[in-house]
C-alpha cells in the first residue's frame, strides 16, 4: 500500500515535468526543441513498462540521435501531445472504473460496520484503497473501524492520510483526536479537536464536548496516579478506604452491621484521595452488589434499621460524587442506584428523602452532571416524583425539589424527554396546586412558576400548556384568589407566566379570553407597578385572540387606564400598553374615539413614534395612528405638527421589522388622503420619493 502511495505521488509530480516538456517542443529555438523531443521519447518509453516498481527499470540513451526517435517523427509535437492525450483519458477510464469498485467496497466496509462487524469493514475498506489510494471516506472510515477494535495507531496513521487527500476534512480529525485521547495522549487530543473549530466555527459546541472529556480524562488519570501513590506510601486513609470496603463486602450481615461500616467510611472518603481509592477498589459494585444494601435501598424493607442503613449509603454516594466526575458517572452505571435515587424522592422516611434530594442537587447544579441525570435516570418518573415532593410541604423538602427542577430545565434534551408524558407529570399537579394555594405552599410558587416558565421555552411544551383546558382555569381561580391580597406575591411570576403561554393563540385560551381580561383590568388598579405592567403584558397577548374580550376592556375604560399608562417612562410598560392600544383600535371606532378625546393631537403617539428606540413600539404606534386617522377632522388636527417628519423617518428607516416601515408608509397615506394640505409637507421632504420605493411593502 504504502509503494502504491508513493508511485502514485512519484506521478502528480511529474505533471509539472510534461507540462515544461511541452512548452519546449513548441519552442523556436531548434536545440530547445531537439531536446524536449529526447526527454520526451524516454518518457513515452517509461510509460510503456508493464508493471510498477520501486526500481527504476528505465534505460537512458546516454548518446542520443541527432534524429527524433521514429515515435516523434511526422510532427513531433503534435505526435507527442496525442500521445499524451490518449494516455491521459486512457488513465481517466481507468480511474472511473476504480473509484466505481472503491465507492462499492466502502459500502459494504459501512455494512459491515453498522452490524458491528468492525475487522471485515476494515478488510473491504483496505480493498477499497486498493483500488482507488486517494480516496479519503476509506481512510476516515477505516479509522473510525480501528477505533473499534482498539488499534488506535492504525487509526491515526489514517487520519493522516486523509488529510493529505484533503487537508480540511473534519472527520480525519475527530477520529485522530479521540484516538489519542485513548492514548492518553491529552494534548495531541485537545489539539485535534481545536484544529475542527478553526475550519468550521459551527463546530464549536461539539469541539467544547470533546475538549471536557479530554479535560476529564486527564483528571481521571491524575486522581488514580495520585491515589495509587498514596496507597503505596500506607498509612492513613489510604489504606482505610480498601480495609473497610473489605469489611463490607461480606454478605449476609446485620443491617446495624453494614449501617456503621458506611458510616466510618463516609468520613474516610472525604477528600479526592479517598474517592478515588473507593472507586479504584471496586467500592461501587460491592455496594450495590450486597443483597441487605439493596433490599433497603428498594424500600423492600421498611424496619428502622433498614432505613438507617438506606440513608448510610445515600449520605456516602453523596460524599464520593461531590466534586468528582468519574465518580458521578460510576454511580449513576449502576441499575439499583438509578433507580433507588428516583424513587426515594418521594420515600416516607424525612431523612432518607433529604439525602436522595441532596444527591440530585449535586447532579443539578452543573451541565455535565445534568447531562449524565437526563442520560440515565428515567425522567418522567423523576419529575412526577419532584412535582409530589412540591405539592407535599408537609416533609419541608419542596424548596430543594423545586431549585431540582428549576436547574434540569436548563437542558433541551430534559424538556424534550417530558413533551410526551407533560400532562401527567408536570400539568396535572401544577394545576392542582394553583387550585389550592395556601400558607403552606405560597413560598414555594414563585419558584414553581420559574421552572415552569423555563420548560415552556419549548415549542411543544408551551402549545401543551396553551391547549390545557385545566391550565386556564387553574389561572383564573388563582388569580382571583391572590387578587384579593393574602397571596399578592405569587402575582407577578404568574402573570409573567400567563404571557408566555399566551404567545400561543389556542381555543382554550380564546375561551377564558374574556374572563381573563376582566381579571386583569381589576390588577390595572393594584399599587404594585410590576403588577400593573404585567397585567397589562396579559391584555397585550390574550385581546388579539379574542373579539369578544376587546369588547368588554373597551367598556371597562382600557383605553383611557392604557393611555395613562404611556405617559410614564417604563419601556416594558410602554410596549405592551401600545400593542394594547392598537389591538383595541384595530377593532372599534369606539375606542379610537376614546383615544382621541383623551388626546386630540395624538400626542402619547407622535411622542413614541420620535423617541423610541424599540421597533415594536415604534411600529404600534404608527399603526395606532393610522386607525385614529380614519375618524373625520383627526388629520386636520394634526396640522402644524412634526407627524409627517416623524411617520417618514420611519418610512425611510432601514428597520430590522418591515412591518414598521409598512405602517408608517399606511399612516402617511391615510394622513394626506384626509387633509391633503399634509402633501404639500410631505413634497418639501421629498417623502413622494420614499413613499413610491416603500409601495412594495403594502402591494
Not at 472503491?102 to 469493514?121: F, P, S, V
Not at 405602517?663 to 391615510?670: P, T
Amino acid at each position: 500500500m504504502m509503494d502504491k502511495l508513493e508511485d502514485f505521488d512519484s506521478f502528480l509530480k511529474n505533471v509539472d515535468k510534461i507540462s515544461e516538456l511541452v512548452k519546449d517542443l513548441k519552442s523556436s529555438d531548434v536545440q530547445v526543441q531537439q531536446k524536449a523531443m529526447e526527454k520526451a521519447d524516454c518518457y513515452i518509453a517509461a510509460f510503456d513498462e508493464p508493471c510498477r516498481t520501486k526500481v527504476n527499470k528505465t534505460t537512458v540513451n546516454t548518446s542520443p540521435p541527432l534524429q527524433p526517435s521514429s515515435s516523434l517523427q511526422n510532427g513531433s509535437p503534435e505526435n507527442f501531445m496525442k500521445i499524451m492525450e490518449r494516455d491521459a483519458e486512457d488513465r481517466r477510464v481507468r480511474r472511473i472504473a476504480q473509484a466505481k469498485k472503491a465507492t462499492a467496497l466502502k459500502d459494504k466496509g459501512n455494512e459491515a460496520y453498522a452490524q458491528e462487524d468492525y475487522e471485515t469493514a476494515v478488510k473491504y475498506y483496505s480493498d477499497g484503497l486498493a483500488e482507488l489510494r486517494d480516496m479519503q471516506p476509506l481512510y476516515t472510515n477505516r479509522a473510525q473501524a480501528y477505533i473499534k477494535l482498539g488499534k488506535y495507531k492504525e487509526a491515526i496513521s489514517d487520519c493522516e492520510w486523509a488529510l493529505k487527500c484533503n487537508e480540511s476534512c473534519i472527520k480525519a480529525y475527530l477520529h485522530m483526536g479521540k484516538a489519542y485521547l485513548a492514548l492518553k495522549k491529552y494534548n495531541e487530543s485537545r489539539n485535534c479537536f481545536e484544529k475542527i473549530v478553526e475550519i468550521e466555527p459551527g463546530k464549536e459546541k461539539m469541539v467544547k464536548d470533546y475538549l471536557a472529556q479530554a479535560d476529564l480524562e486527564e483528571e481521571r488519570e491524575s486522581q488514580e496516579m495520585n491515589a495509587m501513590q498514596e496507597f503505596d506510601k500506607g498509612g492513613g486513609k489510604s489504606t482505610i478506604v480498601p480495609h473497610l470496603l473489605e469489611k463490607l463486602s461480606r454478605p449476609g450481615q446485620m443491617p446495624f452491621y453494614y449501617c456503621g461500616g458506611l458510616e466510618i467510611l463516609s468520613q474516610a472518603v472525604t477528600d479526592c484521595t479517598g474517592q478515588t481509592l473507593f472507586r479504584l477498589n471496586n467500592g461501587f459494585s460491592i455496594i450495590s452488589s450486597n443483597d441487605t444494601i439493596r433490599s433497603c435501598l428498594l424500600q423492600k424493607t421498611k424496619d428502622p434499621d433498614s432505613q438507617e442503613l438506606c440513608v448510610s449509603v445515600l449520605k456516602l454516594w453523596r460524599v464520593i460524587c461531590c466534586g468528582n466526575d468519574e465518580n458521578q458517572t460510576m454511580l449513576l452505571a449502576c441499575p439499583v442506584s438509578r433507580q433507588s435515587i428516583v424513587h426515594l424522592v418521594t420515600s416516607e422516611h424525612v431523612a432518607a428523602q433529604k439525602e436522595c434530594l441532596a444527591i440530585l442537587c449535586l447532579f443539578s447544579q452543573m451541565p455535565r452532571g445534568r447531562r449524565l441525570a437526563i442520560d440515565n435516570l428515567n425522567v418522567h418518573t423523576l419529575v412526577r416524583n419532584l412535582m409530589a415532593c412540591i405539592s407535599n410541604p408537609k416533609q419541608q423538602q419542596e424548596n430543594t425539589a423545586v431549585n431540582i427542577l428549576e436547574n434540569f430545565t436548563a437542558e433541551n434534551k430534559f424538556c424534550i424527554q417530558l413533551r410526551n408524558v407533560l400532562t401527567d407529570s408536570v400539568i396535572v399537579p401544577f394545576t392542582t396546586i394553583l387550585r389550592n394555594i395556601s400558607k403552606s405552599n405560597q413560598h414555594i410558587l414563585p419558584s414553581l412558576m420559574s421552572a415552569v416558565g423555563r420548560l415552556a421555552r419549548d415549542a411543544v411544551i408551551c402549545h401543551a400548556f396553551a391547549h390545557d383546558p385545566e391550565c386556564w382555569k387553574a389561572f383564573l381561580v388563582a388569580i382571583r384568589q391572590c387578587s384579593a391580597g393574602e397571596y399578592k406575591e405569587i402575582l407577578y411570576p404568574m402573570l409573567g407566566l400567563i404571557i408566555n403561554l399566551s404567545s400561543i393563540t389556542s381555543p382554550v385560551i380564546q375561551e377564558h379570553a374574556a374572563s381573563l381580561c376582566d381579571c386583569c383590568l381589576g390588577l390595572l388598579r393594584d399599587s404594585d407597578g410590576g403588577v400593573i405592567t404585567r397585567a397589562t403584558g396579559v391584555l397585550s397577548m390574550v385581546l388579539p385572540q379574542s373579539s369578544e374580550a376587546i369588547q368588554h376592556v373597551i367598556q371597562g375604560d382600557v383605553v383611557r387606564t392604557m393611555h395613562q399608562l404611556l405617559k410614564g417612562t417604563g419601556q416594558t410598560a410602554t410596549k405592551y400598553a401600545i400593542k394594547t392600544l392598537t389591538v383595541c383600535t384595530a377593532a372599534s371606532h369606539l375606542a379610537r374615539e376614546e383615544l382621541v378625546k383623551s388626546d386630540k393631537k395624538l400626542s402619547i403617539l407622535r411622542r413614541l413614534l420620535g423617541s423610541s428606540g424599540d421597533e415594536m413600539v415604534s411600529g404600534n404606534a404608527a399603526l395606532c395612528l393610522a386607525h385614529c386617522l380614519e375618524l373625520e377632522g383627526i388629520a386636520g388636527n394634526l396640522l402644524g405638527t412634526d407627524i409627517v417628519l416623524l411617520l417618514l423617518r420611519h418610512a425611510a428607516g432601514d428597520a430590522k421589522r418591515t412591518a414598521v416601515q409598512q405602517n408608517a408608509v399606511i399612516a402617511l397615506g391615510k394622513l394626506c388622503q384626509s387633509e391633503p394640505r399634509h402633501t404639500n409637507q410631505l413634497r418639501k421632504l421629498h417623502g413622494f420619493e420614499i413613499l413610491h420605493s416603500r409601495m412594495k411593502l403594502i402591494t
